[in-house]
């Protein structure tokens, strides 16, 4: 049954990552060859497990199958020519092959509990267990042992073995392959430090592999003993393997040019010297403490002699055998986790550094990237690329910049390029190898139509994330029956006494500004969740001097409600005005405040000669144009919908119909649909970058009662 279990893991990961790798590349023979390689890593891994030979057979015939489902189902899509490798794929594919020597032995930790040297069939990599794996004694074996006295130190042996089979030695002892296995994920990513560590890893593997062979040969000349080409196979296959990883990161290294933020290594290095130091501490302490609990009871200067084994792998018995060992109490415990909880920290620390992006910004380029946004927008949501959090790239000849920012290792861009329009090709183009030669995922947030249609012709992906409704305002006048609420507005304000007062926040007086304040903190605390960021402002945008704040006062000079305008520019002059920051005073307000404001503002910009105003894009939100609906696009319209409790995003869509708007839809542009979920969290965490646990909470609650 587990052979058959095994087959079948085979298949699944041959034919599975041939249809990944055929929706990531639109590649035909790459999907083929990743469902080739798919089988290959399950051959590779599953003889190593020491299964008898009909799965290791089973697994390679996994890679045969992967190859022909790869070619039947993509043979016709088979390109004339092939193309080469791109950067990213080439990382992604040495990621794999590193990561495949790592879960070998993490795969024959799970699928071997019987010592490997009594089982029957084991297959060339079956020494790579023997340096994670510390194996577990039976009953019986451990009774004749221990019973003979003749057999004193073989039984001191077998006992340090046993007991380096509980949870925290296994921690441990997955905890080098674990690493191997994190080090792949920097390589995804480019990372150097990633590449050195992969580097020395796999040489520590070949030495290990080497001190085993020697040891074992040693020690057990006739336990393998079975022909020539067997043990051949048995004693070179665990070293080959790391070595021909070894050639790899050599042949690719030129690849691998990504580094961290300044000081992130220096951080990782000062966290793990104060685990090690508190782990190391809390053994010697308890130990000690407990001295009495350990047979036969050491003291402190073996306990000091005995701490390096405490972090290594408990297969490091096999050459070492424990001078005293734990009964029970705190100090089995110490015993047990002082490695695992460094090794826990480790990686944890080294995953983080891997995500963390080397995201540089200064001055000079805020001020470069606000003249190309001045000279052409290049949409409405133009004037946020100038926003805190932002960083900027830009062309080699500096017509075109985008504004973008790194979260989980995807740039994200707000809006499309900045500056000359006939740069947006080269600005899309160029900026998305900038993200594959730093290890980030390029997301094309938030763009026109001109750019959706640039990033399309260049082979990406895209798909509506957002509705713009744009009111043109050259014929614009509040005539006729579609226009009713609008008009209601404006005589309503006039009864009561509103009037609509222009201003700059920064300015403003303390009592304006206090009541604006109040206005947000209520408006929020009514949410319930976090303010939403990245391309939706709060009060901290409104302190931009260029920002025009419209707010509804009466005659005690109580503001009702607030809107702001950011500019939209072409050829260096204001041509539109996008509304970003919306609130009104609570059930005190009079109905209609919004209406009254965008009006006013609508009637002042047309008299100043811009040619429309922005109502800014409602996110999760779309028009329903009859077109055929994507699987995509059928996922965001039930999130929106989801959401629509929380943010509105609906209700604000339908809000804005009522001034007959242009409706344009915003994209989003990617390469990789198999990175969507990722891209998916960082926006997410572009949105509310300070959501907490608790309101994380509440969200899914709300979610759940819908």
């Known amino acids: 049954m587990r052979n058959i279990m095994l087959i079948a893991a085979g298949l699944a990961m041959s034919a599975s990552l041939g249809g990944c790798a055929h929706e990531t590349t639109r590649d035909a023979l790459r999907g083929a060859g990743f469902g080739a390689a798919g089988g290959a890593v399950a051959g590779a891994l599953i003889p190593g497990l020491g299964i008898a030979e009909g799965a290791a057979i089973g697994a390679a015939g996994g890679a045969a199958v992967g190859l022909l489902i790869g070619w039947l189902r993509y043979r016709s899509e088979v390109p004339a020519v092939v193309s080469p490798s791109s950067r990213s794929e080439t990382r992604v594919l040495v990621a794999v092959v590193v990561a495949a020597t790592a879960f070998g032995p993490i795969l024959t930790l799970i699928g071997s509990a019987a010592s490997w040297l009594a089982y029957p069939g084991y297959g060339p990599l079956r020494i790579l267990q023997s340096l994670f794996a510390s194996p577990a004694q039976d009953t019986d074996r451990m009774r004749q042992l221990c ?3 003749g057999l004193s130190e073989a039984c001191r042996l077998a006992v ?16 080098p392959a674990l690493l191997l296995v994190a080090t792949a994920g920097g390589l995804r990513r480019g990372r150097r430090f990633a590449w050195w560590l992969a580097m020395l890893l796999n040489t520590a593997l070949v030495a290990g592999c080497a001190w085993f062979i020697l040891l074992w040969t040693r020690g057990a000349e006739d336990s393998y003993s079975h022909s020539f080409a067997r043990d051949t196979l048995i004693l070179v296959a665990p070293i080959v393997v790391p070595c021909l990883v070894i050639v790899l990161l050599l042949y690719t290294r030129r690849l691998f040019t990504v580094t961290a933020p300044r000081a992130t290594y220096l951080r990782l290095g000062l966290g793990l010297a104060i685990t090690a130091v508190l782990t190391a501490g809390g053994y010697l302490l308890i130990a000690y403490w407990e001295r009495k609990e350990f047979d036969p009871p050491p003291d402190f200067a073996l306990l000091v002699a005995d701490l390096p084994a405490r972090y290594l792998p408990p297969a490091y018995s096999l050459a070492h055998s424990a001078k005293f060992f734990p009964n029970s109490g705190l100090g089995l415990l110490a015993w047990e986790f002082c490695g695992a909880v460094f090794w826990v ?4 620390g080294l ?3 891997f995500w963390r992006a080397n995201v540089t910004s200064d001055d000079e380029a805020q001020a470069r990237a606000r003249e190309l946004m001045v000279a052409n927008s290049g949409s409405s949501l133009g004037y946020m690329s100038t926003w805190p959090g932002n960083v900027y790239w830009f ?3 500096g017509r075109a910049a985008l504004a973008y920012r790194v979260v989980a290792v995807v740039a994200l861009t707000t809006g499309g390029p900045l500056g000359d329009p006939g740069a947006r090709a080269d600005a899309i183009r160029g900026f998305e190898r900038f993200c594959d030669r730093n290890g980030w995922i390029a997301c094309f947030y938030s763009i026109t139509d001109d750019a959706r249609d640039i990033a399309t012709e260049l082979g990406l992906h895209a798909v509506q994330v957002a509705e713009d409704t744009v009111v043109p305002l050259a014929e614009l006048e509040f005539k006729g029956k579609k226009w009713q609420d609008i008009r209601t507005a404006l005589n309503k304000a006039e009864r009561e006494g509103i009037r609509a007062e222009w201003m700059s926040y920064p300015e403003a007086p303390l009592s304006i500004r206090d009541q604006v304040r109040v206005i947000s903190e209520e408006w929020v605390a009514d949410k319930g969740m976090p303010e939403m960021g990245w391309t939706l402002g709060g009060l901290d945008e409104l302190e931009d001097p260029t920002v025009r704040c419209l707010i509804a006062v009466d005659e005690q000079w109580i503001v009702h409600g607030i809107t702001s305008w950011l500019p939209v520019y072409r050829d260096g002059q204001a041509v539109g005005w996008t509304l970003d920051f919306m609130r009104r005073r609570g059930s005190s307000s009079f109905r209609g405040v919004m209406e009254f404001l965008i009006a006013s503002a609508a009637q002042r910009f047309k008299e100043e000669g811009a040619e429309f105003l922005s109502l800014s894009g409602a996110p999760l939100a779309r028009l329903d144009r009859g077109k055929e609906v994507t699987a995509l696009e059928r996922v965001l319209d039930v999130t929106g919908k989801a959401l629509e409790p929380v943010y509105g995003f609906r209700s604000l869509l339908s809000f804005k119909a009522k001034f007959q708007p242009e409706y344009q839809p915003l ?8 990175s969507l979920p990722r891209i998916g969290n960082a926006i997410s965490r572009a949105y509310l970058p300070h959501l907490t646990a608790r309101q994380g909470i509440r969200l899914a609650r709300k979610l759940a009662r819908r």
């Open 667 to 674: 994209y989003m542009a990617y390469r990789d649909p198999s």
């Open 160 to 175: 340090s073995q046993t007991l380096g089979t509980g949870v925290g030695s296994a921690i441990t002892s997955v905890g």
């Open 351 to 353: 995953l983080v550094s």
């Open 345 to 348: 920290m480790l990686l944890a």
């Open 147 to 149: 019973t003979d006295p």
């Open 395 to 397: 062309t080699e000849d």
